[in-house]
């Protein structure tokens, strides 16, 4: 069965670094985009951003360039989302996810991660 | 960016009846050369991550049970459960995939009345 495999749950304190992981279960991911999507306590989808497994090439939205990189490793098929200082905002769950059709540009998601949980 | 507005914020209604959940983009999604409309819609229960529902505006995920009906065009969308069942209880989203940003609407959480 194909998975995205996340990381476990951070406890962190203000202004520590952090670096969550979203492996891809199969080689063929490095074709794929994977995207991340931060779910605040009790609130909605935010989109973070997304990267290509295959070039590293990288898509931030405006809320969340700068204030984390995501980054990849193509020869494991795995996706990073890091922060250099957390802040007690960055608290949420944190999904990765991955776009339906690899490589075209048509940015539905058909496969999510089961979500890390971030505290800080 | 895409504002992406659900409508209602929540909603209850009995088992069998039909829900109707809105999605407004504040542009057009639709892209003329394919004439394709780029709107998803997700379900998320408790707990969960979301699951993909409807892509393309009005096509099924495969596997989804054929009570779940997408329509719309341009900027005004609805996600209709033809005969409520217990097991779509959740938070259903919206999704704008036309540009980046890619913008989620703000959720409508579906309740049994």
């Known amino acids: 069965e194909v998975q995205l495999v996340q990381s476990g749950a951070e406890v962190k304190k203000p202004g520590e670094s952090l670096e969550i992981s979203c492996k891809c279960s199969e080689y063929s991911f490095t074709n794929y985009w994977i995207g991340w999507v931060r779910q605040m306590p009790g609130k909605g989808l935010e989109w973070m951003g997304l990267i290509s497994l295959g070039d590293s090439n990288t898509r931030y939205s405006p809320s969340f360039q700068g204030q984390v990189t995501i980054s990849a490793d193509k020869s494991i098929s795995t996706a990073y989302l890091q922060w250099s200082s957390l802040k007690a905002s960055d608290t949420a769950m944190y999904y990765c996810?991955?776009?339906?059709?690899?490589?075209?540009?048509?940015?539905?998601?058909?496969?999510w991660g089961r979500g890390t949980l971030v505290t800080v | 960016d895409i504002v992406t507005t659900q409508s209602p914020d929540s909603l209850a209604a009995s088992l069998g009846e039909r829900a109707t959940i809105n999605c407004k983009t504040s542009?057009?999604?639709?892209?003329?050369?394919?004439?394709?409309?780029?709107l998803a819609w997700y379900q998320q229960k408790p707990g969960q991550p979301p699951k993909l529902l409807i892509y393309w505006a009005s096509t099924r995920e495969s596997g989804v049970p054929d009570r779940f009906s997408g329509s719309g065009s341009g900027t005004d969308f609805t996600l209709t459960i033809s005969s409520l069942q217990a097991e779509d209880v959740a938070v259903y989203y919206c999704q704008q995939y036309y540009s980046t940003p890619i913008t989620f609407g703000q959720g409508t959480r579906l309740e049994i009345k």
């Open positions: 542009q057009s999604v639709l892209y003329s050369s394919n004439n394709k409309n780029y």
């Open positions: 996810t991955r776009p339906q059709v690899p490589a075209s540009g048509d940015w539905y998601f058909d496969l």
